[in-house]
């Protein structure tokens, strides 16, 4: 219970890592995602048609 108490109400900077924390993690996989996703994309264009 004391450290919930002690990691409140520290000026702002404990507010602040929890909201740009999850930010940073979900940008760093929305990117990882994206980079996937245009790999796969050009190795499909790089086959071309199947029929």
Not at 10 to 36: C, H, K, N, S, Y
Request: glycine share 12%; hydrophobic share 50%; net charge negative.
């Amino acid at each position: 219970m004391h450290a919930a108490t002690v990691l409140a109400h520290q000026g702002g900077w404990d507010e602040i890592v929890m909201v740009t924390v999850p930010i940073v993690v979900f940008g760093g996989l929305l990117g990882l995602a994206r980079r996937r996703a245009v790999k796969i994309a050009d190795a499909d264009e790089s086959t071309g048609p199947t029929n």
